[in-house]
């Protein structure tokens, strides 16, 4: 077998102009969805994402202000300009650009953004609604996993899922993704006994890792859908976490990486912004 590629550029090209006509209409209607982005330090992969939303922001028609500050800022610094994000009207989405520099309490952090300013979705109100089967702002990885699983036309319900990582930023959230859509998921770790043979039991496999060529031909079930989230620098160049070449040549469907999840991240935190802005809307109507 050899599997299709799955088009992330493309799926997301095609989001994006949803997202920016949805923003047109909002602004028409006198709100314009603003997103500010809040990044500590001068860490230069954070530097990359960071410049790939504010564009994003400005293809869609969303307002986008980036709030820098320094390394060294402390975490009451950083929580009080959260805080006056918090308080503004012209801004609906807060987001904080992960990692933050070392001794810097994340969790405190992202629970200091409001609820319904948090576009990331890694607030634990959102986190929970997302469990309680009550989702609003699903985060955006996982929501772009989701819809690169259904851009197939494979139906997730009753199908053996495996997601490889536990993270709340992408295991966690996409299995919970999978469970909502009848998925039977197992999750996988680094304390899991024989990965392999747990990933050979997937229909659907997703591997959020970090780790280069940790997946294999051998460990893919022939047939099955395989989502690459991981993205690791290898001598310059950009890889997954799958085997690309190895599992092309078993699965049904893969993600390249690069060209894979990485678009759709992107575009669901523009979904996320537009979402946001639309709720204050439906608040002051
Ligand atoms: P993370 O927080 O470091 O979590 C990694 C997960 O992988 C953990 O749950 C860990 O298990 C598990 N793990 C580590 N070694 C393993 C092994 N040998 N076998 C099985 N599981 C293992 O990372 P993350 O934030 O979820 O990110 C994962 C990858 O996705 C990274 O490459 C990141 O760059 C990429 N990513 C891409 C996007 C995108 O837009 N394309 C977005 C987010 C993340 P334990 O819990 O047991 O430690």
Known sequence: ???????????????????????????????????AVVLVGDDPASRVYVNSKKKA??????????????????Q???MAVIDQLNQRN?????????????GIDEHQIINCVHPSKDVDGF????????????????????????????????????????????SLIVGKPVSFLLLREHGTVTIAHSRTANLAEVCRR??????????PNLVTGNMIKPGAVVIDVGTNRVNNSLVGDVNFE??????????????GVG?????????????????TKKQHS
């Open 1 to 35: 077998m050899s599997a299709k590629s799955i088009d992330g550029r493309s799926i997301a090209a095609e989001l994006e102009k949803k997202v920016a006509a949805e923003a047109a209409e909002l602004s028409a209607a006198g709100i314009t969805p603003g997103l």
């Open 57 to 74: 922001c400005l293809r869609c028609g969303i307002y986008s202000e980036e709030v820098k500050l320094p390394a060294t800022a402390t």
């Open 76 to 78: 009451a610094e950083i």
């Open 90 to 102: 012209d801004i609906h989405g807060i987001l904080v650009q992960l990692p933050m520099p070392a």
């Open 123 to 166: 607030h634990p109100v959102n986190l929970g609604r997302l469990i309680s089967d009550e989702p609003m702002f699903i985060p955006c990885t996982p929501a772009g996993v989701m819809d690169l699983i259904k851009s197939t036309g494979v139906e997730i319900k009753g199908k053996e899922c495996v997601v490889v990582g536990r």
């Open 202 to 211: 997937a229909d659907i496999l997703v591997v959020g890792v970090g780790r």
């Open 246 to 259: 190895e599992a092309a040549a078993v699965a049904s469907y893969i993600t390249p990486v690069p060209g």
């Open 263 to 279: 678009p759709m991240t992107i575009v669901k935190l523009m979904e996320n912004t537009v979402l946001a802005a639309r709720l």
